[in-house]
């Protein structure tokens, strides 16, 4: 068994000398690892590349949800493990999978874990593998990245903060199976498990392996009232608010936004043209090194 560490050195949560500590924990088991650093977008994943060539049955990013993505869509469909250090601002992947958020106990499972495997997400051909967003979400990724200096939730938190005030939904034509309907949300997220990141419960109906995707969508509101709702979105309640928000499953969902249109995929911001996008499902798509479901719920 090896394993090769793809290292995020911007992440938002720094846990001193990453390089250092993931050495001597393997070096001490006698298990070859390797690790590098990533120097810019989509490097992660020419690094997840060049590893599966070279053999390595684990590869495993040390940052955000963003790193992770890009790793991980050089494995699909092989049989190489990914691993999840969880480093960044949100960690939704790793919420999803109930990995450990600390780096010790992070590090400990990816020698103990046996992979499993679950679904990944495509959006126009690419992949992605907790959520995507377009909307409101869209836009706040492209700020949160082309922003320099200090990251971190509480940036993300600013910068949502920022543009929630002032935000003009457009009109949305949803297709979900084949069934159109309209959208009107500030928030038009497709999820493929739980977790959106940082906590919050977007869909908590959702399996990161039921072959399903979900679409959510939350409308805009009084100030007041989305305060209201914002404990529920973390306790997986949002159903409770009907008036405000709304979700549906489907395999194949399409989004028609207008054009010119910033989403997300993961975090990651991307910029559409005719502002159509389009959503599917690729089942038991990648393997992953994660705690079983059933032993999950004691961590």
Same mark, same amino acid.
């Given at each position: ?29 006698? !298990? ?27 590869? !495993?990013? !040390? ?6 993505? =890009? ?55 690419? &992949? ?23 990251? $971190? ?18 009109? !949305? ?11 009107? $949300? ?24 039921? $072959? ?18 914002? &404990? ?7 159903? =409770? ?8 499953? $489907? ?31 690729? &089942? ?12 999950? =719920?004691?961590?």
């Amino acid at each position: 068994m090896s394993y090769f560490f793809i290292i995020n050195p911007k992440a938002g949560k720094r846990v001193g000398d990453i390089k250092a500590r993931i050495a001597a924990f393997f070096s001490e088991r006698r !298990v070859l690892c390797e690790l590098e650093f990533t120097r810019a977008r989509d490097h992660a994943t020419e690094l997840a590349a060049r590893a599966l060539l070279s053999g390595f049955t684990r590869i !495993v990013a !040390v940052g955000g949800d963003g790193t992770i993505r =890009e790793t991980a869509s050089a494995l699909i469909g092989k049989e190489a493990a990914l691993g999840i250090l969880p480093c960044g601002s949100g960690n939704g992947l790793a919420r999803n999978l109930y990995i450990p958020l600390g780096f010790d106990a992070a590090l400990r499972g990816l020698a103990d874990w046996e992979p499993r495997t679950i679904d990944a997400g495509l959006a126009n051909g690419a &992949p992605f593998f907790c959520a995507a967003g377009a909307g409101l979400d869209g836009e706040v990724a492209h700020d949160f990245n082309s922003m320099t200096g200090r990251r $971190g939730i509480l940036p993300y938190v600013w910068h949502a903060a920022r543009r929630v005030i002032a935000y003009k939904p457009r009109k !949305v034509t949803a297709i979900v199976d084949g069934r159109s309907f309209e959208l009107d $949300g500030i928030i038009n997220s497709v999820l493929n498990g739980v977790q959106y990141g940082g906590g919050a419960k977007m869909a908590p109906g959702a399996y990161i392996d039921d $072959g399903m995707l979900d679409l959510v969508s939350i409308k805009k509101a009084p100030l007041p009232r989305l305060l209201a709702a914002l &404990p529920a979105l973390f306790s997986g309640r949002l159903a =409770e608010y009907p008036a405000i928000y709304s979700a549906r499953k $489907g395999r194949i969902i399409e989004l028609r936004c207008g054009p010119g249109v910033w989403y997300h995929l993961d975090g990651e911001d991307f910029y559409s043209e005719d502002g159509n996008i389009k959503f599917s499902v690729f &089942p038991s798509a990648l393997r992953v090194l994660a705690p079983k479901p059933s032993l999950a =719920e004691n961590l």
